[in-house]
């Protein structure tokens, strides 16, 4: 009996930003991003406890995090998708026993950083999801600030149908049991307006950012979703952190990037921190209770689904057998 979820036409296509795409943004150096982010590189909303806390200590925070979501700790096998410069898998790897984490990009120059780390069980491709095909299932699936780039600027239901592909094939991925953590920035009651068309157009080309409705629709009856955490103010604060840096370090970034780059990097940092209704973030949370069933197939059980943020909006889930 074939016990797999169906893909439910899923195709190969990627529905989100192409590698070009992607390399504009994420391929303008790994030594640019070193000049405002943390020692790891990590390129996505932290998880601030108290005032006091560094951005070292609230990405590392986040990491656990999702680390604890995705029921990773001591597994064979996980996957990063978007995994950026390899924070989470080295975590992984030397915190967590993880004996294998795969991650994926579509950015050479991140791919490059992770092989010089020279982590063993650490491995990158540079591939999308959509393209993906595992040399063996995975245990644990997490996602973290990848999600903006699986869709293009469209209209609700082709982005839900492309999300639809990303959660049919992360059900396919996972062995009976496996849970999966993910996180997105995501939009609130607001439309984009011209802040969001300046990020699309000189930051995320090719990227849509989706609403945690568009989340919910694409993975019903593949997960269920049993928490959502918003944590606007870790949003904005992230982007605080991102700017500072970048403005102390403004002479090198210009040496590196030149000034029309820095400029544009400024101003994103600049509006992805200003507090309005568009601007989604992460710690709210939501928790769906156990009467309500997802789908299942040939007979693996339910399977569940924890959303556990919107950023920042990061969900966690259990795939499978409970």
């Known amino acids: 009996m074939n016990n797999e979820l169906p893909l439910s036409g899923a195709t190969t296509a990627n529905p989100g930003a192409s590698k070009a ?12 991003f070193r000049l405002f982010l943390d020692r790891e590189c990590c390129y996505s909303c932290a998880m601030y406890d ?10 590392q925070r986040k990491l656990e995090y999702h680390i604890e ?32 984490a795969v991650g994926l ?11 010089s780390m020279g982590v063993s069980g650490v491995e990158v491709r540079v591939e999308s ?19 903006e780039h699986f869709a293009r600027p469209s209209n609700r239901p082709v982005r839900v149908r492309g999300y639809r592909d990303f959660f049919e094939r992360c059900y396919g991925w996972l062995n009976p049991g496996g849970w999966m953590s993910l996180q997105s920035i995501g939009l609130g009651a607001a439309d984009r307006g011209t802040e969001g068309q300046f ?3 000189n930051i995320f080309p090719e990227s849509d950012l989706p609403r945690l409705g568009e989340i919910a629709d694409a993975s019903e009856g593949i997960f269920e979703i049993v928490s959502v955490r918003n944590d606007r103010a870790d949003y904005k604060r992230t982007n605080h952190e991102f700017r500072d840096r970048l403005r102390r370090n403004w002479d090198g970034a210009v ?28 710690r709210t949370q939501l928790s769906y209770p156990p009467s309500v069933r997802a789908r299942h197939a040939g007979g693996r059980g339910d399977a569940w689904w924890q959303l556990a943020s919107i950023e920042e909006a990061a969900a966690s889930c259990i795939a499978r057998d409970r």
């Open 21 to 32: 795409a992607i390399s504009f943004h994420y391929d303008l150096g790994n030594e640019f």
């Open 50 to 59: 108290k005032e006091s806390d560094s951005q070292e200590a609230a990405q």
């Open 69 to 100: 979501q995705a029921r990773a700790d001591g597994t064979a096998r996980v996957l990063d998708i978007g995994c950026g410069w390899g924070a989470l898998q080295k975590r992984l790897v030397k915190e967590h026993q993880v004996k294998v």
């Open 105 to 115: 990009t579509l950015s050479e120059n991140q791919a490059e950083w992770i092989r």
């Open 129 to 147: 999801w959509s393209d993906h095909v595992p040399a063996a299932s995975y245990d644990s699936i997490i996602s973290v600030g990848a999600f």
């Open 199 to 201: 990020v699309a157009e």
């Open 255 to 282: 040496s590196l990037v030149g000034e029309e780059t820095v400029r544009r990097f400024d101003k994103y940092f600049r509006v992805s921190a200003v507090d309005r209704p568009a601007m989604a973030s992460r």
